[in-house]
T-cell receptor, first 114, second 110 residues
Framework: SQQGEEDPQALSIQEGENATMNCSYK?????LQWYRQNSGRGLVHLIL?????REKHSGRLRVTLDTSKKSSSLLITASRAADTASYFC??????????????FGRGTQLTVWP | EAQVTQNPRYLITVTGKKLTVTCSQN?????MSWYRQDPGLGLRQIYY???????DKGDVPEGYKVSRKEKRNFPLILESPSPNQTSLYFC?????????FGPGTRLTVT
């Protein structure tokens, strides 16, 4: 299975601190994406990084991708209580027959305390 | 407003009673998909559709059917629901690989 695996499963920090979540995967990918889910709600796309990119920024989010190690990290800087959510990585396999299919990990539950 | 809608949002039903969960998107996306989310298992894909009249199985298709007669709609059909299909279901559509998710349907089969 291509399913990504997030690490840690749960992370608890204080407001203002940085939060780092990691994702590892097994096969070659076309791109890797990060999504956020508030409890019981639909997932929301945060950022997409292509296999030929190494780093990407969006506001307080920074994503890195190391294809040689088959891993990615999501950094949220200066976290806020409103960042409390589950974060999922999703990988799109580098195979034409499965183009467009994303494989999701089990997620990291982030709790930010005021 | 660009969105994916699902109905119903909550459903409690009994084993064997056929049900349909509707999904509609207003973004003219060609790709649509259904996922189920279970504790400890993450999101697993049930079925997906690359375009009208083109559907294919995902990772957990057993017990489900789909159809794609129009670009905007992608209903999920459970012909004979069983308790192991109790789950949180999400419909999603895609543009350039990025998924837009619906709000979810929480299904309980007793």
């Amino acid at each position: 299975s291509q399913q990504g695996e997030e690490d840690p499963q749960a992370l608890s920090i204080q407001e203002g601190e940085n939060a780092t979540m990691n994702c590892s995967y097994k096969t070659s990918i076309n791109n890797l994406q990060w999504y956020r889910q508030n409890s019981g709600r639909g997932l929301v796309h945060l950022i997409l990084i292509r296999s030929n990119e190494r780093e990407k920024h969006s506001g307080r989010l920074r994503v890195t991708l190391d294809t040689s190690k088959k891993s990615s990290s999501l950094l949220i800087t200066a976290s806020r209580a409103a960042d409390t959510a589950s974060y999922f990585c999703a990988t799109e396999e580098l195979r034409g027959s499965t183009l467009g299919r994303l494989y999701f990990g089990r997620g990291t539950q982030l709790t930010v305390w005021p | 407003e660009a969105q994916v809608t699902q109905n119903p949002r909550y459903l409690i039903t009994v084993t064997g009673k056929k049900l349909t969960v509707t999904c509609s998107q207003n973004m003219n996306h060609e790709y649509m998909s259904w996922y189920r989310q279970d504790p400890g298992l993450g999101l697993r894909q049930i079925y997906y559709s690359m375009n009208v009249e083109v559907t294919d199985k995902g990772d957990v298709p057993e017990g489900y059917k789909v159809s794609r007669k129009e670009k905007r709609n992608f209903p999920l059909i459970l012909e004979s629901p069983s308790p192991n299909q109790t789950s949180l279901y999400f419909c999603a559509s895609s543009l350039r690989g990025q998924l837009w998710f619906g709000p979810g349907t929480r299904l309980t089969v007793t």
